[in-house]
């Protein structure tokens, strides 16, 4: 029989409103004197596949649960055995037809059984306070049922004093997948339902505060402080450290230090009310947008942004203080500045964190709707129909209630993608009467009413160019126009991190720097939410959407994250790390100095030391500081470099680093916040030989001093002795990047469909000539892909002297190709023993035309396996640019050196052909051949941002024309 309570005829899970039974929203803090017990731990656990479940007996104390299961709480029952994530972008992977939900709707039973503390106090009230449920929860203690909730990312508490007992407590959570609130939470990520946050009881002492308020604010003209707290109960504010010592709702002032994301000053107080004393960590600061600026304590800021999710791979949404530690660390080591929590509130010690170490933060309303869009007119969209009206505004208030306390959050987000509707608008008011001190953001209703930012997400540079310059298209309205128009344009998400790129960081960057109404971007996103599974044989591999069986599913899309599932940076995050440095080093070394300029908001350089080191060929030659005065930000200065040192003859850099002069909270002293490099002396280019040596043919070869070619392929096959297992020829292929494959709403005009159709993975290579002259071999080919007549002339020039056989390649189009190529260079292949790589070169990480900022010339080695990225969905990686030259060797044996004519070139080499690479849906797919394959590439195109948003700007863009490159290739060591 359902028990279950009903409101309009349906079960309680399918009901708009947000709960029955819960407390008024309030704020959370870390720690009090007041006992609090935690119920975090193992819980017995009942999995149902309807929202009926099996009954309600299992709330009683005599339920049998012999044959439970247990599962650890906070966390999610899908990834503990029971039942399947599953990942959808924008479309709900349930039939729209809100607020009612499938029969099937995995249900979980969960179960405490608990004793207070022998020293639990017997005055004043006691909460059960739930931080996060998803998606929907009906509660029972001793058997009284409490009420039930939804907002899955939000605090909920029940008032619970009567009816505890001091031995034998039965906390009974029923918990469904599916519920009204489901159509909230549209926000592309894995759908994981279980109680994934704390689960606490707070003891409320008589005249404890139920809520309070701290108003901190900063006048940086008079550099004072206010202080007012307000509190539903009387008490005093003390904060020693300034002399405070007020009333409740009293405004007192001090001056202080403010404030920010770069000086996280925070003064310790307390709240003394006559039942609780409540700790305070009081920051300073005022945020405003005042002629179309955002300020923060008076100055334009920039933010320097990410968006994150949270996501562990072992535990989903269930994530341990130490990893959200981790992860502001990892943020403020990276040079990131601001965190949006997409698309919800996060835990709320997340917030504790940004306070302490610094992080403008813009925090989230639960909520997101993207799945009407399907629809016309976004047909059915809860945030356009009153009914869902009360439950927005308690996602507001949750949010608002919660984490009004942290001087990070400096903005309050709406939500993200729910279209508009008048459900915004009632919540914006609600924000506005409630807090006035922050500006409020919402993106996706383009009359920005509700918010007080021009919000984009992934315009291309020239229309973030346009705003920059304030010559955006006009809205119709031209009221809506004007009020657009005096807003600050913030990218709240741009460069989408999805696989290899995102290409065009820089280019943003340097808008950020030009134009004061853009106010930076935040990358989407933090970190690949891939979640770990083995293959039949025991191999372990990151999945994603399909994985685990999902009828519909939007695949490695949840993958587009800065960091790997495992939280290693990607490149993408050293290339971030390097756009967005907060002082900027160029120079000029003709005339020997170089120019500082800080780039920080608030801070001078007192805080970082400046080194320079002589580098000839990628070797240290010599090294010293710099003396670089403390600049005001915003500020640079010219500073002189020593004169070059004597050092060997070669190539010269000067590398200028900029690192931290003492430890911080967030990295040790040397921490390199910083660097540039600066040419001191030009590459000499390749002798020519002297004496070049004729070819000679021999029993269906030719010989050409230390190389043997194929006489009828004109292939080279073996060099120095060394066979090879494919002679260099024309390569223009690539495995598609995730940008190259763009967003799949984008159809065929994709540049990965356009290459596969035109068949650039299938080359074919036609021999038209093989002559021999007095001192060359030249073999011309045609190459070109089955059913077209577009095609390219490649011819390549040999000449050798003893130890050195020299290339040069000479492409010509063959007709009007009417895209831009992935590649253009030579591909080989060498017996898999030639394992290990050095080069002199960029690296150490890969890098491509538009992500190339974090490239660092220099000397490195390493295996080919560790040259690999391991995207989540393999693709094209590894490529590193400017290479002057580039060994491959087997241990101790034999191995080819190749030499960079007069231009520097891009050097690949794997264990898969690209055929592999292209084919392979996971890591585990690549399985190593007999093969290490080197590409040599003249020229690579661009990697863009198109899996959602820009491709590559047309600079990166690998347009066909005609072309000419040479190598000299020796034995290693060689010259
Ligand atoms: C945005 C959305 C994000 C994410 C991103 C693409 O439209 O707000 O949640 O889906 O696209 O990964």
């Not at 010592?245 to 002032?253: A, F, L, M």
Request: with cysteine; glycine share 10%; charged share 25%.
């Amino acid at each position: 029989m359902d028990t279950r309570p009903a409101h309009d005829g349906h079960p309680y899970e399918e009901d708009r409103s947000p709960g029955h039974g819960t407390l008024p929203a309030r704020v959370w803090y870390a720690a009090s004197d007041a006992a609090r017990l935690s119920l975090n731990g193992t819980w017995a656990f009942r999995l149902s596949d309807t929202a009926e479940g099996t009954g309600t007996a299992f709330t009683e104390d005599t339920a049998d649960l012999s044959d439970w299961a247990r599962v650890r709480v906070p966390g999610h029952w899908v990834l503990q055995g029971h039942g399947a994530p599953a990942y959808t972008n924008i479309v709900y992977p349930i039939p729209v037809d809100p607020p009612r939900v499938p029969t099937e709707n995995p249900t979980g039973d969960h179960r405490l059984d608990f004793d207070l503390p022998g020293d639990w106090p017997q005055d004043g009230e006691t909460l059960l306070r739930f931080e996060g449920v998803d998606s929907c929860a009906r509660v029972w203690l001793n058997g009284h049922e409490l009420g039930w909730f939804t907002g899955s990312r939000l605090p909920h508490e029940f008032a619970v004093g009567h009816l505890l007992r001091p031995r034998g407590n039965v906390l009974a959570v029923r918990v469904h997948q599916w519920s009204a609130g489901s159509y909230l939470e549209d926000q592309d990520m894995w759908w994981l339902p279980g109680i994934f946050r704390d689960v606490t009881l707070l003891h409320r002492p008589d005249g404890a505060p139920c809520d309070f308020f701290v108003h901190a604010g900063y006048d940086h003209l008079t550099g004072r402080g206010t202080l007012r707290v307000a509190c539903d109960v009387a008490g005093r504010i003390l904060v020693p450290e300034l002399g405070l010592d007020v009333r409740v709702g009293e405004e007192t002032s001090a001056p202080v230090e403010p404030w920010s994301a770069e000086s996280p000053r925070l003064y310790h107080g307390e709240l003394i009310t006559a039942g609780e004393r409540v700790p305070l960590r009081i920051g300073f600061r005022t945020v405003r947008v005042e002629n179309g600026v955002f300020t923060a304590n008076g100055r334009r800021i920039l933010f320097r942004g990410v968006n994150r999710h949270e996501f562990h791979p072992e535990t989903g949404r269930a994530v341990d203080l130490e990893t959200m530690r981790r992860d502001v660390l990892l943020m403020k080591r990276h040079n990131i500045n601001a965190v949006r929590t997409s698309h919800y509130p996060p835990h709320p010690a997340f917030l504790d964190l940004c306070d302490e170490l610094g992080l403008w933060v813009i925090d989230e309303a639960d909520l997101e709707t993207h799945g009407f869009c399907y629809f016309p007119d976004w047909r059915g969209n809860p945030v356009a129909d009153e009914r869902w009206t009360p439950a927005l505004i308690d996602r507001a208030r949750r949010m608002v209630e919660r984490d009004k306390n942290h001087p990070s959050v400096v903005i309050w987000s709406l939500g993200n993608e729910c279209g508009a509707g008048q459900g915004l608008s009632a919540m914006a008011a609600w924000i506005r009467e409630r807090d006035p001190s922050r500006p409020l953001h919402y993106e996706n209703d383009y009359s920005y009413r509700d918010s007080d930012f021009y919000s984009r997400m992934y315009a291309p540079h020239d229309e973030v160019e346009a705003i920059g310059r304030g010559e955006e298209q006009p809205l119709e309205d031209p009221e809506a126009d004007a009020r657009r128009r005096s807003l600050p344009l913030l990218l709240v998400e741009y460069a989408h991190a999805m696989g290899n790129g995102p290409g065009g960081l820089a280019d943003y960057q340097r808008l950020f720097e030009t134009y004061e109404r853009c106010q930076g971007g935040f990358v989407w996103e933090w970190i690949d939410h891939g979640l770990p599974k083995r293959t039949a044989d025991g191999r372990p591999y990151y999945a994603y959407g399909g994985d685990f069986g999902e009828d519909v599913h939007d695949g490695n899309f949840v993958c587009d994250g800065l960091l790997f599932p495992d939280r290693s940076p990607s490149p993408g995050l050293i290339e971030y790390k390097k756009v967005i440095e907060p002082v900027r080093i160029t120079g000029d070394s003709a005339a020997g100095t170089i120019t500082v300029t800080n780039r920080h908001d608030f801070s001078a350089l007192d805080h970082l030391s400046f080194t320079w080191a002589f580098e000839v060929e990628g070797e240290e030659t010599a090294t010293g500081t710099l003396a670089v005065p403390s600049l005001d930000p915003g500020t640079s200065a010219v500073v002189p470099l020593p004169d070059p040192p004597h050092a060997r003859a070669g190539e010269a850099v000067w590398t200028i680093r900029a690192g931290l002069r003492a430890d911080t909270p967030w990295a040790p002293r040397g921490h390199l916040v910083a660097w540039a490099q600066l040419p001191a002396r030009p590459r000499p280019l390749p002798e020519r030989p002297a004496v070049l040596l004729p070819p000679l043919a021999e029993a269906g070869n030719i010989h050409l001093g230390p190389a043997v070619f194929h006489a009828t392929t004109g292939e080279l096959r073996s060099l120095n002795g060394l066979d090879l297992r494919q002679g260099p020829r024309l390569d223009v292929w690539r495995a598609p990047t995730d940008n190259d494959l763009g967003g799949p709403w984008l159809g065929d005009a994709r540049l990965a469909m356009r290459w596969r159709k035109l068949g650039l993975h299938r080359l074919q290579h036609r021999v038209d000539s093989i002559s021999t002259a007095d001192r060359a071999l030249t073999v011309r080919t045609r190459v070109a892909p089955a059913a077209t007549d577009l095609g390219l002339y490649a011819a390549y020039h040999w000449s050798a002297d003893d130890e050195r056989l020299l290339l040069t390649v000479t492409v010509t189009p063959d007709g009007e190709w009417p895209v831009p190529l992935p590649r253009l260079g030579l591909l080989l292949g060498l017996p898999a023993s030639c394992d290990h790589a050095t080069w002199y070169g960029g690296g150490p990480g890969e890098a491509y035309p538009d992500t190339r900022a974090a490239s660092r010339l220099g000397r490195y080695s390493m295996n080919v396996d560790d040259m690999q990225t391991p995207y989540v969905r393999p693709q094209e990686n590894g490529a590193r640019p400017d290479v002057r030259w580039a060994e491959l060797c087997a241990a101790g044996g034999p191995g080819l050196r190749v030499t960079a004519g007069d231009a520097p070139f891009w050097f690949t080499a794997r264990r898969w052909s690209d055929v592999q690479l292209d084919a392979a849906r996971h890591t585990t797919d690549l399985e190593p051949g007999d093969t290490v394959w080197v590409h040599l590439d003249r020229s690579v195109q661009g990697i863009g941002t198109e899996s959602c948003g820009p491709g590559p700007l047309p600079q990166y863009r690998l347009t066909v024309a005609p072309t000419t490159f040479s190598l000299v290739l020796t034995a290693p060591g060689a010259n």
